[in-house]
């Protein structure tokens, strides 16, 4: 059988019984149908990055399947039926990961293994926003003395300084 993990996003005005209920309605479509859920978690209600069928949150689940195909096409199934959820994803895995997943580790331990504030830069000097370092200023191609050479009154133009 194919190992899956599956991510859906139930609706915000939902109470966390009936998120996990509708697991438990999932994990019978699976068990029925030949599959196992291993590790199910509630990541819990969190914003959404722009608004889905009129829902700024949503609560996050996520499940680790072991399942034929046919089993997770008619859990997709009922899943695209039902109203109380707005969006899934399933990826096929060549294991399922030990250990809570990367949403619910601590931010310690995420920390711990370096992020974006501590990369490494090499021999580059910090700089601070708009240091343009030892470039000079910026040359546009229509001012005086620029790529296209000096600039020429426009022909038909009436009024202006010359």
Same mark, same amino acid.
């Given at each position: 059988?194919?190992?899956?993990?599956?991510?859906?996003?139930?609706?915000?005005?939902?109470?966390?019984?009936?998120?996990?209920?509708?697991?438990?309605? +999932?994990?019978?479509?699976?068990?029925?149908?030949?599959?196992?859920?291993?590790?199910?978690?509630?990541?819990?209600?969190?914003?959404? @990055? +722009?608004?889905?069928?009129?829902?700024?949150?949503? +609560?996050? @689940?996520?499940?680790?399947? @072991?399942? $034929?195909?046919?089993?997770?096409?008619?859990?997709?199934?009922?899943?695209?039926?039902?109203?109380?959820?707005?969006?899934?994803?399933?990826?096929?895995?060549?294991?399922?990961?030990?250990? $809570?997943?990367?949403?619910?580790?601590?931010?310690?331990?995420?920390?711990?293994?370096?992020?974006?504030?501590?990369?490494?830069?090499?021999?580059?000097?910090?700089?601070?926003?708009?240091?343009?370092?030892?470039?000079?200023?910026?040359?546009?191609?229509?001012?005086?003395?620029?790529?296209?050479? $000096?600039?020429?009154?426009?022909?038909?133009?009436?009024?202006?300084?010359?």
């Amino acid at each position: 059988m194919a190992l899956y993990e599956h991510v859906f996003l139930a609706r915000q005005d939902l109470s966390q019984q009936q998120v996990d209920a509708l697991v438990e309605q +999932y994990k019978g479509v699976i068990s029925a149908n030949g599959g196992s859920v291993g590790r199910v978690e509630n990541w819990g209600l969190k914003s959404l @990055t +722009y608004r889905v069928n009129k829902n700024r949150k949503a +609560y996050y @689940t996520l499940m680790d399947l @072991t399942c $034929p195909p046919a089993a997770l096409n008619e859990m997709e199934r009922q899943m695209g039926l039902s109203e109380d959820v707005l969006r899934f994803l399933t990826i096929k895995v060549e294991a399922h990961e030990e250990g $809570p997943s990367a949403m619910m580790q601590k931010r310690e331990e995420r920390s711990e293994r370096g992020g974006f504030g501590d990369r490494d830069r090499g021999d580059r000097p910090a700089r601070s926003f708009g240091d343009r370092g030892d470039r000079g200023p910026r040359s546009f191609g229509d001012r005086e003395g620029g790529d296209r050479g $000096p600039r020429r009154p426009r022909e038909g133009f009436e009024g202006g300084a010359e």
